[in-house]
């Protein structure tokens, strides 16, 4: 009885409740009660098609497929592989302005001992040559660096036609080729330059001079910073790199002969730079697709390379997030995919192949025409180059830079310098593979997940706007603070568009 009052109780008053008109506030309450609930549901089915759309696999968020598409890319047609992308009529423009003051006579020195591979070099002397500019110095042909993983042994002269780098930046920059004997026994200021500094930074360093006449250089790599430059400083690099750094007359005449041999071979090549040598896969730790015994061979080297600081690397993590070089197999998948036929000429612009012929049939069983500099040279022209491997990595950059189609298989020194020269002479070109998006791909198509009359359409769909096709230099990666955002930039030498590259009249001479 008790009970059953209580639920009589109850009733009542919520029927009484619910017969009364409600007042305008509990309308307005019930309204917006109903509306926020509205809000909560919509947000929470649109998170989870969004987690759903997350899971999915790279390409596929890229993507859809239809008959017309996957037809269309199986008659790809000669112009879509090797027509460079179209340029809006932009060109090279690397005169001074009318701001720009020439180079004066100084009684200042600097020294440099440049550092790294042969492209590490190039653009690092191009910095001095602007560093030296801003402290108003007398720039000391560079000594290079011989202690690199090669251990070269050449010098500026050996590599480099020297007179015509001296006469050639002379309204720039003082050049000569050694310190004034009377200077070689007094102290000098021995400064690291940080990396990426600006103008500024090397103002401040004026005051040097007042208590040296020398200052020394220990680094020259990337000791100016990417962006935020003043024009004519932008453009004295590029006339430094592009223009002042000409190769050897001997680099010159023989990478010119070997480009003439190839075009006789087939017409058109590609020139692919194959960085599947042993010191870039330790140093990264890449080891997808080598046996066990190359794989701790990689790991010792690692080890035992005592300015390497990282040891411990997962190579599975790195391959996954697009930090491993493509491996030979995986170049031929690329290349096949977007249409190149078996027949296609290739020429392989690297050092020796880490596994020699054991990896790089993975490659030519899809593209058996592909060439060496040792295929094209006869033995007495490659004589000379011997033991001098920054010499021969000359001779691969001409042939790269002359290529039709441009394709690094890593994102190194030597690829962001090939592809910065292409753009800054015409955008010719050159195919930067989305390392991260590939891997995925052909992991999928492995492991069974991917029908492979689709893959050439994915491949295509993903290098759409990797191709040098003219755009602005990228800026630093957001969230990242601190000097590290530097790092993240896209480097001035690999896009040197706007400053060297322009849309106005033509300025390059």
Known sequence: MVNRGTYHSRTSITARFFSRKPSPFASTLQIFCIFAFSIVLFLFYTRNSLEDEQKQPYFFKQSQFNEADLLSDMQTSDGKLWDAPFSYGVHPCIK????FKAAMGSDHYMTVRSNGGLN???TGISDMV????ILNATLVIPQLDKRSFWHDSSTFSDIFDELYFIETLRGDVQIVKELPRELEALPRARKHFSSWSGVSYYEELTQLWKDYQVI???KSDSRLANNDLPLDIQRLRCRALYHALRFAPSIESLGKKLVERLRSRGGRYIALHLRYEKDML???GCTYGLSDTESEELRIMRENTKHWKVKKINSTEQRAGGLCPLTPKEVGIFLRALGYPPSTLIYIAAGEIYGGNTHLMELTSRFPNVVFKEALATQEELRAFANHASQTAALDYIISIESDVFVPSYSGNMARAVEGHRRFLGHHKTISPDRKGLVEVFDMLENGQLEESMLSHLVWQMHEDRQGAPRERRGP???IKGRGRFRTEEAFY?????ECICTS???FE
Not at 130 to 133: E, L, Q, R, S
């Open 216 to 218: 020394h250089v220990a």
């Open 505 to 507: 009249k033509r300025h």
């Open 494 to 498: 690999e896009n040197p568009y706007p």
């Open 120 to 122: 590490q070099m190039r």
């Open 282 to 284: 330790s140093y990264t």
């Open 130 to 133: 602007a560093v030296a500019h």
């Open 477 to 479: 990666i957001q969230g």
């Open 96 to 99: 001074p302005t009318a701001k």
